[in-house]
T-cell receptor, first 112, second 113 residues
Framework: GQQLNQSPQSMFIQEGEDVSMNCTSS?????WLWYKQEPGEGPVLLIALYKAGELTSNGRLTAQFGITRKDSFLNISASIPSDVGIYFC????????????FGKGTLLTVNP | NAGVTQTPKFRVLKTGQSMTLLCAQDMNHEYMYWYRQDPGMGLRLIHYSVGEGTTAKGEVPDGYNVSRLKKQNFLLGLESAAPSQTSVYFC????????????FGAGTRLSVL
């Protein structure tokens, strides 16, 4: 089946630093989604990407849909303590396939 | 706006016991999903449903059964719980054609002793 490689697995940073994480796949996706999961909660959608090369921002978050359709990147600028959580990428093949393929997540810890 | 609601939030079972996890969504979504989340494993799909009365196996279906008798509800059953089923279970739903976006519940934390 399809697999997503998400890196890094974890990050421990100081407040105010910028953060970058990415997902790569051996397969092409038509949709890339980025979710955040806070402790004790379910994943919440941050950004959705639908077009190769697309760059989309949501506040301090910016995500890009790779031009090969096999990767995506998420950047967080000027991190704050509430950015703590697990960030997941998810690829959607589109068409009649109902399922998403999830990365294993990046655990972000922000030191105040 | 309740969105996706999962009950119960926590449960402890003994090996061999059975239980049912309930997922309810009030968004009139056609598709519903059950995932399990284990440390370092991400989200793995157990079963899913593309409409009332339909279900299909996901990546890790063994030991679980599901039912979708009503469009708004998706039940996950464990007939004979095993310690390997200790996990956090998430339900999600989505509407066809809405860019693959799935909306998640807050999860059920299950421990099997």
């Amino acid at each position: 089946g399809q697999q997503l490689n998400q890196s890094p697995q974890s990050m421990f940073i100081q407040e105010g630093e910028d953060v970058s994480m990415n997902c790569t796949s051996s397969s092409i996706f038509n949709t890339w989604l980025w979710y955040k999961q806070e402790p004790g909660e379910g994943p919440v959608l941050l950004i959705a990407l639908y077009k190769a090369g697309e760059l989309t921002s949501n506040g301090r978050l910016t995500a890009q849909f790779g031009i090969t359709r096999k990767d995506s990147f998420l950047n967080i600028s000027a991190s704050i303590p509430s950015d703590v959580g697990i960030y997941f990428c998810a690829g959607g093949p589109g068409g009649s396939n109902y399922k998403l393929t999830f990365g294993k997540g990046t655990l972000l810890t922000v030191n105040p | 706006n309740a969105g996706v609601t999962q009950t119960p939030k926590f449960r402890v079972l003994k090996t061999g016991q059975s239980m049912t996890l309930l997922c309810a969504q009030d968004m009139n979504h056609e598709y519903m999903y059950w995932y399990r989340q284990d440390p370092g494993m991400g989200l793995r799909l157990i079963h899913y449903s593309v409409g009332e009365g339909t279900t299909a196996k996901g990546e890790v279906p063994d030991g679980y059964n599901v039912s979708r008798l009503k469009k708004q509800n998706f039940l996950l059953g464990l007939e004979s719980a095993a310690p390997s089923q200790t996990s956090v279970y998430f339900c999600a739903s989505r509407e066809p054609g809405r860019g693959n976006i799935q909306y998640f519940g807050a999860g059920t934390r299950l421990s099997v002793l």
